[in-house]
């Protein structure tokens, strides 16, 4: 098990057990790998400084997903490049056309 990360809340994660990481206002909602979600008073900026560290990558204003669970992505010429994770039934993640060529270095790397 890796180095937990403090998240606020007065709660320490593991940074394998986290899926994605979504912004609510000032707060984020996490969502982890064994299906439960919790909400920190931490911004997701904040949070995805002290994941620099790990594979996690922005894909939108509002989303950090955490690589090791990405599913697949499709590439949609108009809509530009869904995720989905591997671990839920998620709705697809909207890859945002700014973050676009650095998630295909990325991935690629």
């Known amino acids: 098990m890796k180095e937990a990360i403090h998240l606020g809340s007065r709660r320490e994660v593991a940074p394998d057990k986290i899926e994605r990481?979504?912004?609510?206002?000032?707060?984020?909602?996490?969502?982890?790998?064994?299906?439960?979600?919790?909400?920190?008073?931490?911004?997701?900026?904040?949070?995805?400084?002290?994941?620099?560290?790990?594979?996690f990558f922005r894909v939108n204003r509002s989303t950090l997903i955490n690589l090791d669970y990405l599913g697949r992505f499709t590439i949609h010429s108009q809509s530009g490049i869904l995720l989905e994770t591997k671990k839920r039934n998620t709705q697809d993640i909207f890859l945002s056309r700014r973050r676009e060529p650095a998630f295909i270095a990325y991935i690629n790397a």
């Open 21 to 55: 990481l979504e912004s609510k206002g000032n707060y984020t909602l996490i969502h982890l790998t064994d299906g439960s979600d919790f909400l920190s008073s931490i911004t997701l900026g904040t949070l995805q400084k002290r994941l620099s560290s790990f594979r």
